[in-house]
């Protein structure tokens, strides 16, 4: 199978990483959104991400001009996927709004298309019935920043055909990116497996008032020589990701205290518009968070 045109559903935070980091690697890539708003921020959060590449990641103007002539964005979700041969899906982390895209995409991608779903919750069988495509739906998962976490974990479900896991185990070859081949379905893939209780201990310590949220991140850096602490790393995930992930687990668990703590984020960060990096503000400032200070960890 060639994959040459590739689709992103979602242009948000993650959704436009993976848009630039596919079309900087010189596939053709549209991104697709609900509205010209949301397009408006990936192609703000692109032009970023260019000035980016050529100060940190020695890219040149050439390479970075050839990178925004491969990209389009549309609104239009047959024109986004008319010609695509891999799609990638990155919308919110909503049941609800999964299960809806999926049914859309199903009625209008050709049959040739794969779907890749960025879900950091859900596993591809919990969503493979509403793609029409069983055996070309499976999981790619990218860490955030992608180009700094440059791991895309491919995670299938029992219909998966080897020949398409095969296929996008090489495209994320070809973007860049280092393949961890999952055997089978894991809640949290290998990343969020490990990444997932780290953050809940850290949120636990704060929200319990055990330490505040610069100690917890110096203990974190300090200790393992890690670039970013627990609290840097839910900014740059963002906060409307650690809200749905925390209301999850509260309705899961029907944990009062947890469901409490979602709301606690809500109307100290998300109310506020402090999404973390995407917005300039969340437990820091950015784009010169305090924690890159060498001061930071004296």
């Known amino acids: 199978m060639d994959i ?11 959704g436009s990483q993976i848009a630039w980091q596919v079309a900087y690697k010189g596939f053709d890539v549209i991104v697709y959104d609900i509205n010209e708003d949301a397009l408006e921020k990936s192609k703000n959060f692109h032009k970023g991400y260019a000035q980016y590449f050529l100060k940190n ?10 990178t ?26 909503v049941y609800e709004i999964k299960k809806d895209i999926y049914q859309k995409l199903a009625a209008v ?23 029409g495509r069983p055996e070309k739906f499976l999981a790619l998962h990218f860490a955030n920043p992608v180009w700094e976490a440059n791991i895309g974990e491919v995670m299938g479900h029992e219909k998966t055909s080897k020949e398409v896991f095969d296929t996008v185990v090489e495209f994320a070859k070809a973007i860049g990116m280092v393949p961890i081949p999952l055997k089978k379905e894991q809640s949290g893939y290998v990343l969020n497996s490990l990444l997932v209780p780290l953050l ?52 899961k668990l029907q944990d009062e205290k947890i469901l409490k703590r979602a709301e606690k984020i809500k109307e ?10 995407s917005t300039g503000e969340g437990f820091y400032k950015y784009p010169n968070p305090e924690y890159l200070d060498p001061e930071f960890l004296k």
Do not use: C
């Open 4 to 14: 040459k045109n590739v689709t992103i559903i979602g242009g948000g935070v993650l």
């Open 57 to 66: 990641k020695g890219a040149t103007s050439e390479e970075i001009e050839a």
């Open 68 to 93: 925004f002539s491969r990209l389009k964005y549309t609104t239009d979700l047959n024109e986004a996927v008319k010609e695509a041969d891999l799609i990638s899906e990155s919308v919110p982390e």
């Open 109 to 131: 991608a050709p049959e040739k298309t794969i779907f890749t779903t960025n879900s950091s919750t859900m596993l591809p069988s919990q969503l493979v019935n509403f793609t």
């Open 200 to 251: 809940h201990a850290a949120e636990t310590l704060y929200f319990d008032g055990v330490a505040d949220y610069k100690s917890i991140d110096k203990t974190w850096m300090i200790s393992t020589g890690s670039k970013f602490g627990p609290f840097g790393i839910i900014d740059l995930i963002g906060m409307n990701t650690l809200y749905n992930i925390i209301k999850m687990r509260g309705e």
């Open 268 to 277: 100290m960060f998300i109310d506020k518009n402090k999404l973390g990096v």
